[in-house]
């Protein structure tokens, strides 16, 4: 019995230990991760707004996880708004950087930030998170050529062709061979955000610094 509570005591003891020395190290190391999760977060805004000295939050979170309202009959009931910032430059918004969560991708779930200027213009895409065919839908991680036809765009909406035609206008979009699906999950993810960046530009929104939209 003695040598049951000795082992006990013992164990206890390393338990204990144990947990001190993780809340030590924890508390030491939360702060880099932090910094550098946050520097992480600033290169990517930074790739797809390069305009931008620096970004911001919104002053009102209400753009983010609520329903996307288009002007047409564009069902985004599987597309997210999952963090918007601002770029800005001399405490002015110059565009915005929106993370979208496409649902409907052949794969499951694709998740990307894009930038877009005060005047609409698309300016660049970076995926984050896509899981799809490996040498079709993956190609729009893998090859460019997709996702640069929607830079230096100002739309209302991308329309995705499959005839080849999508250097006809800037608005259309070539979706990739074999990779319908894709190239509509994306396509559409992408108008959730022009949609989104339309409705910030018209509500005149500001950030947590206090920059607004000249």
Known sequence: MKKIIKDALILFAIT???????????DM?????????LKTKQEAYQKVLPDAEKFESLKDDKYTNQSIQASDDTDFSKDAI?????????????GFVITVTAADGYGGKITFTCGLDK?????????????ETAGLGMRVKSDPSFLNQF???????????????GTSADDKIDAIG??????KAMTKGINAAVVTAKKLVSDKVTTEGGATIE
């Open 178 to 183: 074999g990779s319908t699906i894709t190239s």
């Open 119 to 131: 005047d609409g213009k698309y300016v660049d895409t970076s995926i984050l998170s896509i899981n």
């Open 16 to 26: 204990l230990v144990s947990g001190v020395i993780l809340g030590i190290v924890y």
């Open 82 to 94: 999952t963090e918007i910032v601002a770029g800005v430059k001399n405490n002015k918004i110059v």
């Open 151 to 165: 830079k230096g765009v100002t739309t209302d909406k991308f329309n995705l062709v499959k005839d080849g035609t």
């Open 29 to 37: 190391t939360k702060e880099p991760i932090a910094a550098q999760e």
